[in-house]
Nanobody, 115 residues
Framework: QVQLVESGGGLVQPGGSLRLSCAAS????????MGWYRQAPGKQRDLVAS???????AYAGSVEGRFTISRDNVQNTVYLQMNNLKPDDTAVYYC?????????WGRGTQVTVSS
């Protein structure tokens, strides 16, 4: 049974930082591209960052230089370090795993950036 469990969200002031984690199980983590998506109220779910099994990272332009995606193939966990957060970063953040057997989603974690 595939499981993706996000954690690390919360309320942070503008300019602050958060680190999201996504613990994965039920599939061969090291062979999957892992990604973080976000969805703000009334908006579509958009890709924030992805990291292929080969180590290639990609970022949305709005977070380039502020967010960093990383993975630990021993702990089967993917991380999203978010620095210099802005109110526009407020959203539910979802973990995604993409591989030969399909695409899997976590339930999401809320990130709110507000003073």
């Amino acid at each position: 049974q595939v499981q993706l469990v996000e954690s690390g969200g919360g309320l942070v002031q503008p300019g602050g930082s958060l680190r999201l984690s996504c613990a994965a199980s039920g599939f061969i983590f090291s062979l999957y591209t892992m990604g973080w998506y976000r969805q703000a109220p009334g908006k579509q779910r958009d890709l924030v960052a992805s990291l292929s099994y080969g180590g290639t990272a990609a970022y949305a332009g709005s977070v380039e230089g502020r967010f960093t995606i990383s993975r630990d193939n021993v702990q089967n966990t993917v991380y999203l370090q978010m620095n210099n957060l802005k109110p526009d970063d407020t959203a539910v953040y979802y973990c995604n795993a993409l591989g030969s057997r399909g695409s899997y989603w976590g339930r999401g974690t809320q990130v709110t950036v507000s003073s």
